[in-house]
């Protein structure tokens, strides 16, 4: 697996920890997938879950752009993958799902979160159903849910080929 994650700094300040701890769980999300098939990436190794690579691919996108797009920046936008319909779209949709496409929509919605992050303080707020919600708790709510989601990964990986690793 190529690994091209640069390590959070141990120390600095809030901004840069916070920007740099996502970029790291980002990337490692992108190391757990490195070198599979479309095939391994759309396995489901966990039954009866619908949990697969590809899916966590597609729920980080959906993620991504829901609290960056929507809640920070306050855009009009629908949700990623036919989610009106399913809440789980992004997991149970993945057989026929494109793998170039889910890539490019997760790193097009990662692009734009940074320059909607980039471009606002710590304590700008936005609206989640009806709520403050600043952008810092955003940012800690992303590391958690990267971090949460590349352990589900980290044991995907493992069921596939075998493959762990940080």
């Not at 997760?106 to 992050?117: C, K």
């Not at 989640?128 to 810092?136: F, P, V």
Request: aromatic share 6%; net charge negative; charged share 35%.
């Amino acid at each position: 697996m190529t690994d091209n994650r640069v390590p959070p700094p141990f120390a600095g300040d809030e901004r840069t920890m916070l920007d740099n701890w996502l970029e790291w769980h980002r990337g490692t999300l992108a190391v757990k997938c490195a070198g599979l098939s479309d095939e391994q990436l759309r396995l489901r190794p966990a039954e009866p879950s619908t949990m697969s690579l590809l899916g966590l691919v597609r729920h980080m996108a959906h993620v991504e752009r829901v609290w960056f797009r929507r809640v920070l920046d306050g855009e009009d936008i629908p949700r990623l993958w036919n989610k009106e319909v399913d809440i789980d779209a992004d997991f149970n949709d993945v057989d026929d799902a494109s793998v170039e496409e889910a890539f490019a929509t997760w790193r097009d919605e990662i692009e734009r979160a940074r320059a909607i992050s980039a471009a606002k303080p710590l304590d700008a707020v936005g609206d989640r159903n009806g709520q403050d919600c600043t952008h810092r708790w955003i940012l800690v709510h992303m590391i958690e849910e990267y971090a949460r989601h590349n352990g589900h990964a980290d044991l995907l990986r493992e069921r596939i080929d075998g493959v762990t690793g940080e």
